[in-house]
């Protein structure tokens, strides 16, 4: 079971998953699986790493492109690639092409809606998830 609804976060086996009812969370269905296919895809331990080497904003630090951040994990460019462009789907991370790079850093409005919508997700009768 687990399996199967990873598979369906990775791109594959969509009809795999069905979707449990879940009135207290505040969230609607939609809501509910975006969010969860965002956990699944920060939750890596790469991507975990990439963010926190992610300046929050374009113009908060210099944001970063492909090669730098390889160099920083020590990791191929490929591999860096596809996790980014795995954030990048879900809306996590953006980027702006100059030239031949490619540079990338953290959606902050993304980011707080996640948050936000895991604190709906965690709110329980009465009583609200800590800040």
């Given amino acids: 079971m687990v399996k199967q609804s990873a598979e369906k976060f990775r791109g594959s ?3 795999t ?13 939609d809501a509910r699986e975006l969010l969860a296919k965002r956990l699944w895809t920060i ?3 790469v991507r975990l790493c990439l963010l926190g080497l992610l300046p929050a904003s374009e ?5 970063m492109n492909v090669s ?3 160099g920083t994990l020590g990791l191929s460019q490929p591999t860096i690639s596809n996790h980014l462009a ?22 902050a409005e993304a980011a707080e809606r996640i948050l936000e919508d ?3 997700a ?8 800590p800040e």
């Avoid at 449990?20 to 609607?28: A, D, I, K, N, Y």
């Avoid at 879900?90 to 490619?102: E, F, Q, S």
């Fill in 122 to 129: 965690l709110k329980t009768q009465g009583a609200d998830a």
């Fill in 68 to 70: 730098q951040l390889a």
């Fill in 13 to 15: 086996g969509e009809a």
């Fill in 86 to 107: 795995r954030l990048r789907t879900l809306g996590i991370v953006r980027h702006r092409r100059v030239g031949r790079d490619v540079f990338y850093w953290i959606d």
């Fill in 118 to 120: 895991l604190r709906r």
């Fill in 59 to 63: 113009t908060a630090t210099p944001a």
């Fill in 43 to 45: 939750g890596d331990d």
């Fill in 17 to 29: 998953r069905r979707s449990v009812p879940c009135p207290r969370t505040g969230l609607s269905e």
